[in-house]
């Protein structure tokens, strides 16, 4: 099985910068894809960005230019850089694991969020 951990939220300034990071842990060969999510109240949970095994990303149009999806080898960390922030910004962020089952791939573990606050 596959763990995930986040870290790196907090509170900052518009117009100010934050990285993510989401650290995995257990069987992460198994390891497809991963996304970034976030949601904020009252608001349905939102694709931010995502980077699959062969180093493609994708990103919402909303924080396409400010934010950035990379990760180690070998899948150990996903980061999410995120610049030029803005109040909209602010939401609990999740990462989530897309898991390989031989030709299959299934929606795994989530972390258990972190929380960026964007005052402005």
């Known amino acids: 099985q596959v763990q995930l951990a986040e870290s790196g939220g907090g509170l900052v300034q518009a117009g100010g910068s934050l990285r993510l990071g989401c650290a995995a842990s257990?069987?992460?060969?198994?390891?497809?894809?991963m996304v970034w999510y976030r949601q904020s109240p009252g608001k349905e949970r939102e694709l931010v960005a995502s980077?699959?095994?062969?180093?493609?990303?994708n990103y919402a149009d909303s924080v396409k230019g400010r934010f950035t999806i990379s990760r180690e080898n070998a899948w150990t960390t996903v980061y999410l850089q995120m610049n030029s922030l803005k109040p909209d910004d602010t939401a609990v962020y999740y990462c989530?694991?897309?898991?390989?089952?031989?030709?299959?791939?299934?929606?795994?573990?989530w972390g258990q969020g972190t929380q960026v606050t964007v005052s402005s």
């Open positions: 980077v699959n095994s062969g180093g493609s990303t």
């Open positions: 989530h694991a897309h898991i390989k089952r031989g030709p299959v791939v299934l929606s795994g573990p």
């Open positions: 257990g069987n992460i060969d198994s390891i497809n894809a």
